[in-house]
């Protein structure tokens, strides 16, 4: 990604592990590769925005029973899932 992976709030610190990082990395090489240059700045702004309102605002999300009840679930775009521990 162009910016920053790290992102908080006043109470809450977000940052990406190294294995989350790659995974955006490898979202965006596939995103190009099969769909062109144009979309994969399209899905790298979406994905950089999302990581921005998790950093902001920590909460929002969605349980799921398939998750730990720590964790969440945000939506990106039609395939990708943003999954993160929500502070308690």
Known sequence: ???S???SSPDFRFELSPK???DVIDILRY???????????VYRDKLDD????LGE?????????????T???YYVGSRTNLIW???V
Do not use: F, V, Y
């Not at 999302?50 to 309102?53: G, I, Q, R, T």
């Not at 605002?57 to 009840?69: A, C, F, K, V």
């Open 31 to 41: 995103t190009g590769q099969n769909w062109g240059r144009d979309q994969l700045l």
């Open 71 to 73: 964790h969440r679930l």
């Open 50 to 53: 999302a990581l921005k309102l």
């Open 20 to 22: 989350a990082r790659q």
């Open 1 to 3: 990604m162009s910016r």
């Open 85 to 87: 521990t929500s502070p």
């Open 5 to 7: 992976t790290l992102m």
């Open 57 to 69: 605002s920590p909460h929002i999300g969605n349980p799921s029973d398939e998750l730990s009840q």
